[in-house]
Nanobody, 124 residues
Framework: QVQLVESGGGLVQAGGSLRLSCAAS????????MGWFRQAPGKDREFVSA????????YYADSVKGRFTISRDNAKNTVYLQMNSLKPEDTAVYYC?????????????????WGQGTQVTVSS
């Protein structure tokens, strides 16, 4: 069992930056692949980024590649999502998730644990 708590969301103008954090408690954080997903009103939850257990492998949705960076600090039990050059279409609730699989996946159903989400709003 692992508990996830996101923070760092907010309102930002287009072109701005935000850094999301997801703090984990419970079982060994380094045992989990970590992912970030987002859900805009009226849309399905979509994959944003994922990172392997040792941070050696990172994955990004095409829509955020080159603008977002995922990282993790296993000593602090925290995963981060640095979001730069934000666009209005990035507006959504952002969720972090933990997966016990070895290789990160982009499918929400593959993830075992979820945080409560943090709102990101990008104004034009």
């Amino acid at each position: 069992q692992v508990q996830l708590v996101e923070s760092g969301g907010g309102l930002v103008q287009a072109g701005g930056s935000l850094r999301l954090s997801c703090a984990a408690s419970g079982r060994t954080f380094s045992a989990y692949v970590m992912g970030w997903f987002r859900q805009a009103p009226g849309k399905d939850r979509e994959f944003v980024s994922a990172i392997g257990r040792s941070a050696g492998n990172t994955y990004y949705a095409d829509s955020v590649k080159g603008r977002f960076t995922i990282s993790r600090d296993n000593a602090k039990n925290t995963v981060y999502l640095q979001m730069n050059s934000l666009k209005p279409e990035d507006t959504a609730v952002y969720y972090c998730a933990a997966d016990t699989r070895v290789v990160p996946t982009t499918t929400p159903d593959s993830y075992d644990y979820w945080g409560q989400g943090t709102q990101v709003t990008v104004s034009s």
